[in-house]
């Protein structure tokens, strides 16, 4: 069975910092691109960050400088540091892992980001 869950959020004030997990099991996690997305009240879904199975990375222009992607493929665990937090980064933030070749795809159930003062 297939679970994959976010860890890490929570009210931070703004020019703080956090770090989200994401760890999956039940997939061969090396295999797997996975994406930090987030979903704020009122405002679709948006992808924040991307990293492959060999480590290459993309991110969103408003958390570029500021965000950092990073995977552990022997823990099965992605994470996203998020450095200089904003208010605008408040959002509910989910874990996507993505398997193209297959046709596979899994979502997280979110962890919530607050940044206020």
């Known amino acids: 069975q297939v679970q994959i869950v976010e860890s890490g959020g929570g009210l931070v004030q703004p020019g703080g910092s956090l770090r989200l997990s994401c760890a999956a099991s039940g997939v061969i996690f090396r295999f797997y691109t996975m994406t930090w997305y987030r979903q704020a009240p009122g405002k679709q879904r948006e992808l924040v960050a991307t990293i492959t199975g060999g480590g290459t990375t993309t991110y969103i222009d408003s958390v570029k400088g500021r965000f950092i992607i990073s995977r552990d493929n022997g823990k099965n665990t992605m994470y996203l540091q998020m450095n200089s937090l904003k208010p605008e980064d408040t959002a509910n933030y989910y874990c996507?892992?993505?398997?193209?070749?297959?046709?596979?795809?899994?979502w997280g159930q979110g962890t919530q980001v607050t940044v206020s003062s």
């Open positions: 996507n892992a993505r398997r193209t070749t297959v046709n596979l795809e899994y």
